[in-house]
């Protein structure tokens, strides 16, 4: 099912378990002005949630804004095939002969310009994302760069410590590696995240932060300083 987090915002939320590890899974769609769909992250397309959207507006952009978030993206192609696919610079290679698909920039694309703004966040060689914020839900898109957990299993517990996430909203501890050398760029990121507006933050995976996001992401990145 899709769940209203405001006017122009859903979320469909998926259990997700990767050894043990309770990371869950979540699809952002948006409403854009022209009456279509911004469908951040697709997770699987079940019938109820391809006749849902539907019933939202067509599904205009389909957009692929992290690494390892392709799983899904043939089949949401499939089910939409008229839709304009958005991939980061890693994985549009794979639909690069896919009519209407187009590399993730820095700037958005007019398809929904009007609507998000975006950035492609630099925090190290192996971290590729773009990360979207939404100005009437007020809302900042995340993919794998920060999130929480909570699940009191004892993996999630243990890894969620080990990478320094557990019951803290925080990129996970490598990446304070992979950015040892580019520490000016990575601030650069956050200062361009933090100028915008923002009170919520919905990652791809954990907790969603549903007010004071502003607060939470500054303090989960005041290392860099």
Known sequence: ???????????????????????GRRMTVIGLPDGGLFVHSPWEMTADRKRRL???GPVRSIVAPGRFHDLY??????EFPQAELHAIPSLFGRFAS??????????????????????????????SETVFFHRKSRSLLLTD?????????????????????YQKFSPTRDIRLWTLGERRLLRD????????????IIPAHGERIPENGRSAFEAAFRWVW
């Open 145 to 165: 760069l920060c999130f929480r957990l909570e699940d009191r299993g004892g993996m999630t517990r243990l890894a969620g410590g080990v990478l320094g996430v």
């Open 98 to 127: 896919r009519p209407n698909t187009f590399p993730l920039s820095d700037s958005p694309p007019s398809s929904w310009g009007e609507a998000i703004e975006q950035h492609a966040f630099i925090a190290g060689p192996f971290h």
């Open 73 to 78: 993206l043939d089949q949401a192609l499939l």
């Open 54 to 56: 539907l019933d939202l």
């Open 189 to 200: 990121s956050v200062e361009r995240v933090l100028a915008w507006p923002f009170t919520r």
């Open 1 to 23: 099912m899709l769940q209203k987090i405001d006017d122009t915002l859903w979320i469909a939320e998926d259990p997700l378990r990767i050894f043990g590890i309770a990371l």
